[in-house]
Structures are given as structure tokens and as C-alpha cells.
């Protein structure tokens, strides 16, 4: 009898060894990149718990009426932002304040949402699954409907080696999921890496980015990560006021995130509020739309940045460089089809 639960326990935990499947790599720092911001020390990246916060990402379990996953807002052929929306569209057809942003290299960044409300990646996605706009629903009521949800006992189990399930444990296994989502494989790397060349419209957009863009889409992550006003003019209807909503301080007032550029050309509609469709919109506003305030980026103070025609079409060239299409169809970040057959 002893022996049979052994042999059934190995069977067991071998069909789990089977069910997630193999990385070639959890988590590795691209070449030149800076060391991530993130400490994995509490929270080890293993490619079980990747597998579990991916399943996870796709459930709309952790909605209130069931029906809303991130993935609803982040697609990952949108490089997980939201192409159909200016505005994000939460339960019950609500409708948000923002834009979507892109969710990669999110190991490097070290606060989250376009006024940075969120210091911590592990506590990233309890905003949204409590939020009354978004997913409205208690973290408490998450763990009692995945405990009684197939595959989630399972995938638990197979990522904590128990089947216990935890507000914690569903929290950081999104972290891990959203921790993989290394976009580092443009033209722009391989051009870096010696292995491609640019155009040479490709090379003028390069120069000129460097001269008039990179103080604040600093390379090679395209962000520094700071709070900017970036002189649009304030929405009457939203009149969002961006990072002084969390710190109350005028001098923080119309300041949002410096988005990443990479894979900008799968992330539109741009801005913190979706405003522009497209990238000539986005230049057009830089060359001529800056509305002056107190609080305005010092590099856009004065004119903007005057570019011609010309210059504007090239920096567009250069910018889809940044697009890395072996991340955006990796299947690896895709929705698990296999689990449909978990039943």
C-alpha cells in the first residue's frame, strides 16, 4: 500500500514536471544593459511560478463578474498595451482615465502606472483587481474562486510544492510572469551587437533621436524612468494632473512616466491619455504643439523641438528599429491554450 502512494506521488509530480513548460532561459540581463532594479532574492524566478502568473495574467477570475483578465488591457501582440482604446476599458464597460501602458522590462523600473502610485512590482497587480473601474473585485474573493478552480490547485502545487493559495503567492506569481517579459531583440540590438546595420535614413533618425530625445528615452531601456510634462495641453474632461495626484506637490503637477520607446510601434495610441494614433502625431507635437507651463521639461521650453518634415520621417525609421517581433509573437507569453484541456 506504502509503496503504491509512492509510485502514485512520483507519477503525480511527474505529469506536473510535464504540464509547465520548459524556458530555455527564466530570466537573463540582455548584453549592456544595466543590472534590473528588481531584487529576486524574495521572490526567486522560477519558470513554474512564470508559468503559474501567466495563467494567471489570463484569468478572468480575478475579476468581479468573471469576465476581465490583464490580458484584457495588455495583449501581448500590443506588447502588452491596448491598441483599441485611447482610454482603458475596464468591468462593466467602464471606462478609465488612461492609456494602457506597455508591460516590458518591468525588472528595471522602480515605481509603476503613468504617476508612479506603485513602488513595488509585487503589489502592481492588486491596483487593478481592486480597482472599482477595472476589475472591482477583493483579493479574498480571487483566492476562494482559484481554490476551487481548475488548473489553479494544480499549478500552485507544481509552482510552491503545497496547493496552498495566497493573496501573496497570486501577487508574485504576476510579478514573475510580468518579470519574463524581456523585449531586448530589435534591429536596434542587433545593430548594437555588430550583427545588423542601419539604413541610412535609419542612421539619420539615430543621430537625431540622440540629440533631441535621449535625455529622457535614455538607451538602451528607452526610459530614465523619471516623471516629465512633456507640455500636452490638460484634457478639460480628465483634467488629470498626472504624478501630483500622488504627491500633492505643485512642482509635480502634468508630470507622467517616461514610457519605454521599445516596441512603440505596436503601442499606439500614445500619451498617457491615448491622444495620438500615430507617431506623426506624436513628432507634430514635439515640433509644434508644446503648451508652456510652469512645470514643462526644460528641454521643450523655448520651441519644443523644431524638426522638419524630413527629420521627422527619419526619427519614425529609426523608432520602428525598436520593434522586437520575436517578443511580441513569442507563444511562451501567450495565452496557455493548453489549459482549454485541463478540465
Not at 508612479?116 to 479574498?140: K, R, Y
Not at 510572469?177 to 550583427?195: Q, W
Request: charged content about 20%; some cysteine.
Amino acid at each position: 500500500m506504502r509503496l503504491a502512494k509512492i509510485i502514485a506521488c512520483i507519477i503525480v509530480v511527474y505529469i506536473l514536471a510535464a504540464f509547465v513548460p520548459k524556458l530555455e532561459t527564466v530570466f537573463n540581463v540582455p548584453v549592456n544593459w544595466p543590472q534590473p532594479h528588481y531584487s529576486f532574492e524574495r521572490n526567486p524566478i522560477d519558470s513554474s511560478k512564470i508559468y503559474l502568473g501567466r495563467a494567471l495574467f489570463y484569468s478572468s477570475l480575478l475579476s468581479r463578474n468573471n469576465k476581465i483578465s490583464c490580458a484584457s488591457c495588455h495583449s501581448p501582440y500590443a506588447s502588452f498595451a491596448h491598441t483599441d482604446h485611447a482610454l482603458s476599458h475596464g468591468i462593466d464597460d467602464k471606462i478609465g482615465s488612461r492609456n494602457a501602458p506597455a508591460l516590458i522590462n518591468l525588472a528595471w523600473s522602480n515605481s509603476f502606472m503613468w504617476d508612479g502610485a506603485i513602488n513595488h512590482l509585487d503589489m502592481q497587480a492588486l491596483f487593478p483587481i481592486t480597482h472599482p473601474l477595472e476589475m472591482d473585485e477583493t483579493m479574498q474573493h480571487v483566492v476562494e474562486k482559484l481554490q476551487v478552480n481548475k488548473p489553479f490547485p494544480k499549478l500552485f502545487y507544481a509552482a510552491y510544492k503545497d496547493s496552498s493559495i495566497t493573496g501573496e503567492r497570486v501577487l508574485k506569481s504576476i510579478s514573475q510572469f510580468m518579470l519574463s517579459l524581456v523585449s531586448a531583440e530589435s534591429k536596434y540590438d542587433s545593430v548594437m551587437r555588430n550583427k545588423s546595420e542601419f539604413t541610412l535614413q535609419e542612421k539619420n533618425g539615430y543621430r537625431l533621436f540622440k540629440m533631441h530625445c535621449a535625455s529622457c528615452h535614455a538607451e538602451p531601456l528607452f526610459t530614465n524612468y523619471t516623471f516629465q510634462n512633456n507640455g500636452l495641453a490638460v484634457d478639460e474632461h480628465l483634467q488629470d494632473l498626472g504624478r501630483m495626484k500622488v504627491t500633492h506637490a505643485a512642482k509635480d503637477s502634468l508630470k507622467f512616466k517616461v514610457p519605454t520607446l521599445r516596441n512603440i510601434e505596436y503601442t499606439h495610441p500614445y500619451m498617457h491619455d491615448g491622444r495620438f494614433k500615430n507617431l506623426t502625431q506624436v513628432l507634430m507635437h514635439y515640433s509644434s504643439g508644446i503648451t508652456q507651463s510652469s512645470t514643462l521639461a526644460n528641454q521643450l521650453k523655448k520651441d519644443g523641438i523644431p524638426l522638419s518634415p524630413n527629420e521627422r520621417v527619419d526619427i519614425t525609421a529609426f523608432l520602428l528599429c525598436l520593434s522586437d517581433k520575436k517578443f511580441i509573437f513569442n507563444p511562451s507569453n501567450a495565452y496557455p491554450k493548453e489549459l482549454l484541456f485541463d478540465k
